[in-house]
Nanobody, 123 residues
Framework: QVQLVESGGGLVQPGGSLRLSCAASGFTLNYYAIGWFRQAPGKEREGVSCISSSVGRTYYADSVKGRFTISRDNAKNTVYLQMNSLKPEDTAVYYC????????????????WGQGTQVTVSS
């Protein structure tokens, strides 16, 4: 069955970096868009970045443009989110999710979700 497993979260100081991984199984990664979302306490889940199927077009929320980079390794069935210049406002649980073909910003458009990984940016 479809499974998404996030890893790589942790505690980092402001200005630091983390790389999140989303390991996918049960489907062919190349045919699906993978999105990264985050949810901070008391806030709605928001889209952070997405990479589409096949061509691999990438999208970023304005709040992370220039700091985060999404990439995909089809051979490893894994999508990565490289996060640089982290800020305290990036603190949240980060989730990856999949949907067929193309990216959208809306969480309800995504079909399967991972369990999330905590990212905490604090001095």
């Amino acid at each position: 069955q479809v499974q998404l497993v996030e890893s790589g979260g942790g505690l980092v100081q402001p200005g630091g970096s983390l790389r999140l991984s989303c390991a996918a199984s049960g489907f062919t990664l190349n045919y699906y868009a993978i999105g990264w979302f985050r949810q901070a306490p008391g806030k709605e889940r928001e889209g952070v970045s997405c990479i589409s199927s096949s061509v691999g077009r990438t999208y970023y929320a304005d709040s992370v443009k220039g700091r985060f980079t999404i990439s995909r390794d089809n051979a490893k069935n894994t999508v990565y989110l490289q996060m640089n210049s982290l800020k305290p406002e990036d603190t949240a649980v980060y989730y990856c999710a999949q949907r067929r073909d193309y990216c959208t910003e809306r969480a309800p458009d995504f079909d399967s979700w991972g369990q999330g990984t905590q990212v905490t940016v604090s001095s």
